[in-house]
């Protein structure tokens, strides 16, 4: 079975600022591993996805990823955020034969000015 | 392109009513995903189909869920009937292909549900 850790409910951060978001895994086979974001009353919206290849995965907005299979850990990063990256971020996890995707509980960035 | 377009947007029913949600997919993709999203929670799959057909529904509450996808495309999805706990975001995705794992799905705006 396939499990996802947000291992942060809320992140604050000022304006400007570095953030990590942390992301850890559990799975027996090999998986895809996805960040998205969700902002209020809208759907979700892929930030970006690993799926083999370099362990450095760049997405939209700024955020890159890092795979890191030793600590089965996806942590997502942004050097610099925006008042606009105020949003609910989820980490996913989906097998190779299925579509199916795990989520995370999710993590709220809060970016103040 | 149009993304996935979902209706309605908000929903107010009282314990033991029906409701149902529709979803219509981006052109051409093949398969579609219902999830349902509870507050302070991240989404849980309920059903998958690719084309016509259900690949998974392991998560669906079949007592009172149930749920189509006619000529394979558009998608409905129905409870009957609903419980308070039912309360919670419906959202609707839907990817390209045979919706293996390593494809991207696009979500559609939700439907907010709130049970009585």
């Known amino acids: 079975a396939q499990s996802v850790t947000q291992l942060d409910s809320q992140v604050p951060v000022f304006e400007e600022a570095p953030v990590e978001l942390r992301c850890n895994y559990s799975?027996?086979?090999?998986?895809?591993l996805f960040w998205y974001v969700q902002y209020p009353n809208q759907g979700l919206q892929l930030l970006l996805k690993y799926l083999s290849g370099s362990t450095l995965v760049k997405g939209i907005n700024g955020f890159e990823a890092e795979f890191n299979k030793s600590q089965t850990s996806f942590h997502l990063r942004k050097p610099s955020v925006h008042i606009s990256d105020t949003a609910e971020y989820f980490c996913a996890v989906s097998g190779s034969n299925t579509g199916k995707l795990i989520f995370g509980q999710g993590t709220t960035l809060q970016v103040k000015p | 392109e149009a993304g996935v377009a979902q209706s309605p947007r908000y929903k107010i029913i009282e314990k033991r009513q029906s409701v149902a949600f529709w979803c219509n997919p981006i052109?051409?993709?093949?398969?579609l995903y219902w999830y349902q999203q509870i507050l302070g929670q991240g989404p849980k799959l309920l059903i998958q189909f690719q084309n016509n057909g259900v690949v998974d529904d392991s998560q669906l509450p079949k007592d009172r869920f149930s749920a189509e996808r006619l000529k394979g495309v558009d998608s409905t999805l129905k409870i009957q009937p609903a419980k308070l706990e039912d309360s919670a975001v419906y959202l609707c995705a839907s990817s390209l292909g045979g919706g293996v794992g390593r494809e991207t799905q696009y979500f559609g705006p939700g439907t907010r549900l709130l049970v009585l």
């Open positions: 799975s027996s086979v090999s998986v895809y």
């Open positions: 052109s051409g993709h093949a398969t």
